[in-house]
């Protein structure tokens, strides 16, 4: 165990499912502290018809807002966002919650969401990537095409990702109810659960239905929000995040994410000059 613990801050936002994912990671170990920044936003401004990817059928856009304090920690003004006594950063949410794991475990914690064996951790953080890529990037494929055939092939490609996460729930001797048979969350859990508490506006805007389709993933699910209130209260209000979401689902949204799959790439290839959101 470390010496005194010094606070961290975390540049976040309310509606964000990859700032959700060190939130978890945080709440989970419980034994850090955090200052929650709310450091991204959203503003509306009237079309100009000088904005790429079809900006002649909008007549305004949204766009995000972000901190100054944000961007001086990190210039790419994304979230998750830590920040440590001198000037120390870290970014980007996967490698934020096995940061997370870390420094909880440095200080006494006795769970582990990056497993102890590095042969076992070394596939949590190819599986967290897979996830990553094959599931909760298609949420956003889903979302944004005008195109009603490119957002049902996302929703297949978004299914049979989640076919191939459930085929590792009991695939190991563990038994436990959390990826790979485990009896404790891992990084892999925390990846897609701030998506699987979302999926619920895909139905709503888009009429595809995620629970129900496989009773291990809703099996999973449940053992997620099992876990006890402090998991639960950072899930967001759904008729708030419902609201916020139909920014995506008009097609009216312009951060790097949507910009990526205007152009016909995965949600997560966006690329910070070529996307950025002032475009």
């Not at 995506?248 to 949204?253: D, E, L, V």
Request: aromatic share 14%.
């Amino acid at each position: 165990m470390s010496g005194k613990q010094q606070t961290i801050k975390f540049f976040s936002s309310w509606f964000c499912p990859f700032a959700h994912r060190a939130w978890l990671a945080f709440e989970h170990h419980g034994n850090l502290q955090y200052e929650w920044i709310e450091a991204l936003g959203w503003e509306e401004r009237a079309a100009t018809g000088r904005e790429q990817f079809d900006a002649s059928t909008r007549s305004s856009w949204y766009y995000h807002w972000k901190s100054p304090d944000l961007l001086a920690a990190n210039p790419q003004g994304m979230i998750p966002t830590l920040v440590a006594q001198g000037n120390r950063v870290a970014t980007e949410s996967i490698p934020c919650i096995a940061l997370i794991d870390t420094l909880a475990r440095q200080q006494g914690s006795t769970k582990h969401l990056v497993p102890e064996d590095p042969w076992e951790a070394a596939k949590c953080y190819v599986w967290a990537d897979k996830v990553n890529k094959q599931i909760c990037s298609e949420y956003y494929s889903c979302l944004v095409p005008d195109s009603q055939e490119e957002r049902v092939n996302a929703f297949t490609r978004l299914c049979s990702g989640i076919n191939d996460f459930c085929n590792h729930l009991s695939f190991s001797e563990y038994g436990g109810p959390f990826f790979d048979g485990r009896h404790e969350p891992s990084i892999v859990d925390f990846t897609l659960l701030p998506y699987a508490t979302r999926f619920y506006v895909l139905d709503h805007y888009r009429g595809f239905v995620v629970s129900g389709q496989n009773p291990k993933y809703d099996a999973w699910l449940q053992a997620c929000l099992d876990l006890g209130q402090h998991i639960q209260a950072t899930i967001p209000d759904k008729e708030r995040y419902q609201i916020h979401i139909n920014k995506y689902a008009s097609g009216r949204a312009r951060s790097k994410v949507a910009n990526a799959v205007r152009r016909g790439v995965n949600a997560l290839d966006y690329d910070h000059k070529i996307d950025d959101s002032e475009h």
